[in-house]
């Protein structure tokens, strides 16, 4: 049985998904709400419906997003997973993604991306770009709700700085831990990475 909700919460759910893009601040001025008003409460107050849309949404859109393969895609709808095989490509949003193999969990609301073996070695690991950060890395595991995700051997640069993490956790976008990572300088006007 649905919940008796005011009509700003409605209002914020109706959308949340569309007009604001997913952003819950904007959806709050959108539906009535005052600038003082909490967020956190709001979406709090609200997070089973939220959570409901949200599997709604994805559904929905996953088709609407950009998917590009050379290879295959399966689908799978008793598990609810699409894969997509050989320089696969997903945009979604903000995120562009290239991979070997990329599989979308849409009860888990999560994707996997690795690259594939074949008789050049290890080939097509995964770039990932969402906003400004761009990575390569062996493999990741993406979280669309929470927006986290765990990478392996990871691979960036930022400014002349390179980053090489064996294990990553991605927090939010300011906050990366790195386990066993290197990090290292350009040399001046090469180019070339010194890793230490």
């Given at each position: 049985m649905a919940r008796n909700l005011t009509e700003k919460q409605q209002k914020f759910l109706e959308v949340l998904f569309d007009e604001a893009n997913g952003d819950a601040v904007a959806a709050k001025r959108l539906a009535g709400y005052g600038d003082n008003s909490n967020t956190t409460a709001i979406v709090e107050s609200l997070k089973d419906e939220i959570g409901e849309k949200t599997r709604t949404y994805f559904a929905r859109s996953a088709p609407k997003a950009a998917v590009a393969m050379v290879g295959a895609t399966i689908q799978n709808a008793k598990e609810e997973t699409l894969t997509?095989?050989?320089?696969?490509?997903?945009?979604?949003?903000?995120?562009?993604?290239?991979?070997?193999?990329?599989?979308?969990?849409?009860?888990?609301?999560?994707?996997?991306?690795?690259?594939?073996?074949?008789?050049?070695?290890?080939?097509?690991?995964?770039?990932?770009?969402?906003?400004?950060?761009?990575?390569?890395?062996?493999?990741?595991?993406?979280?669309?709700?929470?927006?986290?995700?765990?990478?392996?051997?990871?691979?960036?640069?930022?400014?002349?700085?390179?980053?090489?993490?064996?294990?990553t956790k991605r927090v939010n976008d300011s906050t990366i831990c790195l386990d066993l990572s290197r990090v290292g300088a350009t040399h001046h006007g090469s180019g070339e990475g010194v890793m230490g």
């Open positions: 997509l095989y050989n320089e696969a490509v997903l945009i979604y949003g903000e995120i562009d993604l290239k991979a070997g193999s990329i599989v979308v969990d849409y009860k888990k609301e999560t994707l996997f991306a690795k690259g594939i073996v074949d008789s050049t070695g290890y080939t097509q690991r995964p770039y990932f770009k969402q906003g400004s950060e761009e990575t390569e890395q062996d493999s990741l595991l993406y979280n669309f709700k929470s927006k986290r995700a765990i990478i392996y051997g990871l691979k960036t640069k930022q400014g002349e700085m390179f980053t090489y993490g064996e294990k």
